[in-house]
């Protein structure tokens, strides 16, 4: 989809608005024709004829009446082809044929997926919270009613429908009967009242994550049906008390954020059944002196979290370490002890 416009019309539509008009004015002009008694082949010539601009000659004596209308056929016809031709030309030019057959592709590869994530809302939040699911390569989809935006997103590679969220159509279209998150960023609280309600009528056992802008929307969010809720205006107070009180505290805070500092992060492994460490203590695990990583909590199948457990802490199967260190340090830890990355 393209931002550049026509009188404020994307190509796309003044292009089949074009069509439209010229197969108005073309059948207008046969059924013209017949009502004047012309023979329907000789009809059909002539209102390709004028359409065309080939002006081959006339093949009926036409009187002043039919000029007449001819004269109209032909100033609506030159001008819905005109039309038509700059929509075309435009068209061509800006790549929209081939924006076209990509969001066709897209739309099938969104009817095939399964267990992804919708963003609804592609402002500031939206966008940066994209960016991270990028980074995890997390499949997600983003919702928004804004043209610039949603094509701002698709030429990042992000699968993206132009849409009204708080309405079941575009959600239908982002897959949100399969998806297993939904985050809505919009600005606006009634608006994501409302995507939260319709969602979870459509997806009893989606995780949503909602914005709120105001303390007391927080209570109707839930009742909704929202399993989380963000006041990003407390969430930054608290930061930039923070910075104030705690400026060191504040790093560890950061990377739990999704931010890397020093090239350190924040990561969930889960133990499955074949993980190698499984009945292992941590301080049997190596994970400081081998890995060079921490870990600073621990997750159990019931899934309540220790902070800071002790060395003697056994690895049980179906929980999850929650370490701090290098990405690659991560990567091989996971990967030579079978354990899997945190997805819901």
Same mark, same amino acid.
């Given at each position: 989809?393209?931002?550049?416009?026509?009188?404020? *019309?994307?190509?796309?539509?003044?292009?089949?608005?074009?069509?439209?008009?010229?197969?108005?004015?073309?059948?207008?002009?046969?059924?013209?024709? +017949?009502?004047?008694? #012309?023979?329907?082949?000789?009809?059909?010539? #002539?209102?390709?004829?004028?359409?065309?601009?080939?002006?081959?000659?006339?093949?009926?004596? @036409?009187?002043?009446?039919?000029?007449?209308?001819?004269?109209?056929?032909?100033?609506?016809?030159?001008?819905?082809?005109?039309? @038509?031709?700059?929509?075309? +030309?435009?068209?061509?030019?800006?790549?929209?044929?081939?924006?076209?057959?990509?969001?066709?592709?897209?739309?099938?590869?969104?009817?095939?997926?399964?267990?992804?994530?919708?963003?609804?809302?592609?402002?500031?939040?939206?966008?940066?919270?994209?960016?991270?699911?990028?980074?995890?390569?997390?499949?997600?989809?983003?919702?928004?009613r804004?043209?610039?935006r949603? =094509?701002?997103?698709?030429?990042?590679?992000?699968?993206?429908?132009?849409? !009204?969220?708080?309405?079941?159509?575009?959600?239908?279209?982002?897959?949100?009967?399969?998806?297993?998150?939904?985050?809505?960023?919009?600005?606006?609280?009634? !608006?994501?009242? @409302?995507?939260?309600?319709t969602?979870?009528?459509?997806?009893?056992?989606?995780?949503?994550?909602?914005?709120?802008?105001?303390?007391?929307? =927080?209570?109707?969010?839930?009742?909704?049906?929202?399993?989380?809720?963000?006041?990003?205006?407390?969430?930054?107070?608290?930061? #930039?008390?923070? #910075?104030? *009180?705690?400026?060191?505290?504040?790093?560890l805070?950061?990377?739990?954020?999704?931010?890397?500092?020093?090239?350190?992060?924040?990561?969930?492994?889960?133990?499955?059944?074949?993980?190698?460490?499984?009945?292992? %203590?941590l301080?049997? %695990?190596?994970?400081?002196?081998?890995?060079?990583?921490?870990?600073?909590?621990?997750? !159990?199948?019931?899934?309540?979290?220790?902070?800071?457990?002790d060395?003697?802490?056994?690895?049980?199967?179906?929980?999850?370490?929650?370490?701090?260190?290098?990405?690659? !340090?991560?990567?091989?830890?996971?990967?030579?002890?079978?354990?899997?990355r945190?997805?819901?």
């Amino acid at each position: 989809m393209v931002t550049n416009t026509f009188n404020s *019309t994307p190509p796309i539509r003044r292009f089949l608005f074009g069509v439209l008009a010229i197969s108005s004015v073309y059948f207008i002009a046969v059924f013209g024709y +017949i009502v004047a008694d #012309m023979d329907p082949i000789d009809a059909f010539y #002539m209102a390709s004829m004028i359409l065309t601009t080939v002006g081959l000659g006339e093949v009926y004596q @036409f009187e002043p009446g039919l000029k007449a209308f001819t004269i109209v056929v032909m100033l609506f016809g030159v001008s819905a082809v005109f039309y @038509f031709a700059g929509g075309l +030309i435009q068209m061509v030019t800006e790549g929209e044929i081939n924006r076209a057959l990509g969001l066709k592709r897209a739309s099938r590869e969104i009817e095939n997926l399964k267990g992804h994530i919708i963003v609804c809302g592609y402002g500031r939040m939206g966008e940066i919270l994209a960016t991270q699911l990028s980074r995890y390569n997390r499949t997600f989809v983003v919702i928004d009613r804004d043209h610039e935006r949603i =094509e701002a997103a698709g030429d990042l590679g992000y699968y993206a429908i132009l849409g !009204d969220a708080t309405e079941e159509e575009p959600l239908s279209r982002a897959g949100v009967e399969k998806a297993s998150i939904l985050v809505t960023t919009l600005p606006r609280d009634a !608006d994501n009242v @409302f995507i939260t309600l319709t969602s979870r009528g459509l997806n009893k056992e989606m995780l949503i994550i909602a914005r709120g802008e105001l303390e007391s929307t =927080e209570k109707k969010l839930i009742q909704a049906g929202a399993n989380r809720v963000v006041l990003p205006a407390a969430t930054g107070a608290l930061r #930039m008390a923070a #910075m104030v *009180t705690n400026p060191s505290a504040l790093e560890l805070i950061e990377i739990a954020s999704g931010r890397q500092i020093a090239d350190v992060q924040l990561d969930e492994l889960i133990v499955g059944e074949e993980c190698l460490l499984v009945g292992q %203590s941590l301080s049997e %695990s190596q994970t400081r002196s081998k890995y060079g990583i921490l870990v600073v909590a621990t997750r !159990d199948s019931d899934g309540l979290i220790a902070m800071n457990p002790d060395a003697d802490t056994v690895i049980a199967a179906s929980s999850s370490l929650i370490v701090i260190g290098k990405p690659e !340090d991560i990567e091989c830890f996971q990967q030579e002890n079978k354990l899997i990355r945190w997805v819901i």
